[in-house]
């Protein structure tokens, strides 16, 4: 099986502030795989190293190291190929673009979506949230407005970067009070400032708060502090965490999680535990986008997904979207596969 890595940039119409800094670009690693048939499937590696701590250096180091792994894979299975991956170097967001790829190169030789393949009834559509980038109160108000208005039922917003209070008013007053207003903190907080903090902005009416503190204990901590629902992103990373029970609701990513398979059954985990189960981007490219769709509508098919912070890709400038939300929701790629081909 022949291996193909070629580097991507795309580049954020309106830089992102987060507490691990503004984003301004996005760099991939898209990959290929093709058999002995011809037949490609195609994948991408997304490492965000002020998110997750990979550099994409170092995720381009573990696929070279695949190259061997890969050319010797005739008549192994997509699972017997990936343990033989992971057995050269355990990198999750490496390991999930040679996951995407296997499913990818499986879907279009059966001429399926990858969500057929995992099971018989996968939902049609997968609801999503906005994402406001904008720090200041008029920006967000605009920005809030107008995701009302594109009928989305979620909207999501950054916080720990200055002006908590104003920019959840200016959010909540835009939106209306029938859009859920979901914060993320990416655990720019200590305990006592997430619940000082939390207990401040509640009056707006708050879906969840998103990684307030990083850590199991301190998010144990929060949680059971606060009135307002809390989720873990950052901290699901850590050994034991999706079954841990520490938290209302656990977001799940791709890349982290090491791939389409892997996340599939980290959700299983994340649910026996009893709480909810959403998925989200890393601003990751179409391939990582469509592949967390297929995750979403399959999982859907066995509970409730709650929105998923996926509609990120019509952030970035000079590029078509090829997963438009529309009143809220994404419809699931169609034709076999992922269903979109990798960035030119």
């Known amino acids: 099986m022949r291996l193909e890595i070629e580097r991507r940039t795309l580049r954020l119409a309106s830089p992102l502030p987060t507490s691990h800094g503004t984003l301004g670009e996005r760099e991939l690693l898209a990959v290929s795989i093709t058999d002995d048939d011809g037949v490609s499937g195609h994948g991408e590696a997304a490492p965000l190293q002020a998110y997750d701590g990979v550099s994409l250096e170092r995720a381009h180091v573990a696929l070279e190291r695949y190259r061997p792994v890969l050319a010797r894979a005739h008549g192994l299975g997509g699972a017997q190929l990936l343990d033989a991956c992971r057995l050269v170097d355990d990198l999750p967001a490496a390991l999930a673009a040679i996951d995407l ?30 994402t406001i980038s904008s720090l200041d109160r008029a920006g967000v108000a605009d920005e809030a407005a107008t995701a009302a208005r594109a009928g989305f039922r979620c ?27 979901r914060l993320d903190a990416n655990g720019a907080w200590s305990v006592e400032q997430a619940v000082r903090t939390i207990d401040a902005l509640s ?35 850590e050994h034991g965490a999706l079954g841990a029970g520490v ?8 890349s982290r999680c090491g791939g389409l398979s892997a996340l599939i059954a980290a959700a299983t985990l994340v649910r026996a535990s009893g709480a909810e189960v959403y998925l989200a981007s890393t601003f990751d490219g179409p391939l990582g986008v469509a592949a967390a769709l297929h995750a979403a509508a399959a999982l859907a098919s066995r509970g409730p997904v709650a929105h998923c912070g996926l509609a990120t890709l019509a952030l970035f400038a000079d590029f078509d979207d090829p997963l438009p939300a529309r009143n809220g929701v994404i419809a699931l790629p169609a034709g076999g596969g992922l269903g979109v081909e990798p960035l030119g």
């Open 101 to 130: 790829a296997l499913w990818d190169r499986g879907g279009r030789l059966a001429g399926k979506p990858i969500a057929a393949l995992i099971t018989d009834d996968p939902a049609s559509e997968v609801p999503v949230n906005a």
């Open 203 to 237: 009056p707006a009416g708050l879906e969840l708060v998103e990684e307030p503190v990083h850590g199991l204990q301190s998010v144990r901590e929060v949680r059971e502090r606060v009135a307002v629902r809390v989720a873990i992103d950052e901290t699901a990373a």
């Open 155 to 181: 909207v999501k917003l950054k916080v720990g970067v200055g002006d908590d209070a104003g920019r959840v008013a200016a959010a909540r007053a835009a939106a209306g009070a029938d859009v859920a207003l």
């Open 247 to 254: 938290a209302d609701a656990v977001c799940l990513k791709i």
